[in-house]
């Protein structure tokens, strides 16, 4: 029983999401257990005492609990990391989130600092979002789940995401979407460089 509890806790603080630019853990009691020490986004998945779905704050530390209050419930914790070498310079017809064509979806800025923009988004039934080319790197952190028709590279593809799911869209890729289920939100990381 004892192991049982560790191997639980740890499985919850497992990193979801790992390469050169981040790091991203999903909780889903709001335990840091396993979270490595350093700056990050906070971002709650679901509603719970004191905290609505889509909350984000920065913390200097993200693997120190805040409050109790910010940090109960379901997470997902996004740790940009400091890529080696030479920054990469973004192609020159790449966009920001919200600056491609697009219909039926909304994009409100949270918070920005020097590592990071965060934004919560929102594609409501049937909306869709032109080719583009992203900017940055960027964490998508559903809230929501949904089903997201991809287009890149002359194929198209249905996702099926659901709440705590966590997708990396990095710098220079292009696709275009359209929402092919209910309304979907999201809160996106967008890293600087």
Do not use: C
Not at 66 to 73: H, I, M, N, V
Not at 74 to 88: D, E, F, M, N, W
Not at 108 to 114: A, K, M, R, V
């Amino acid at each position: 029983m004892r192991w049982l509890l560790i191997l639980t806790l740890f499985a919850a603080t497992t990193p979801v999401l790992e390469n050169a630019r981040v790091r991203a853990y999903r909780s889903a009691d709001g335990s840091l257990d396993g979270v490595a020490h350093g700056p990050g986004v906070v971002i709650s998945i679901a509603d719970g005492p004191g905290v609505k779905a889509g909350t984000a704050v920065w913390m200097e530390d993200a693997a120190v609990r805040p409050s109790a209050a910010s940090s109960r419930g379901s997470i997902v914790i996004v740790q940009p990391l400091r890529a080696a070498g030479a920054k990469t310079a973004p192609p020159p017809d790449a966009s920001k989130p919200g600056d491609a064509p697009f219909t039926g979806m909304s994009f409100n800025p949270i918070f920005e600092n020097d590592r990071v923009s965060v934004i919560r988004a929102r594609m409501e039934v049937g909306a869709r979002e032109g080719f583009h080319t992203h900017a940055s790197d960027t964490i998508v952190v559903h809230l929501s789940g949904g089903e997201i028709e991809d287009t890149a590279n002359g194929k198209t593809v249905v996702n099926r995401w659901k709440r705590g799911d966590v997708e990396f869209e990095s710098l220079g890729s292009s696709h275009s979407a359209r929402n092919a289920g209910g309304a979907v939100d999201v809160v996106l990381v967008v890293l600087k460089p």
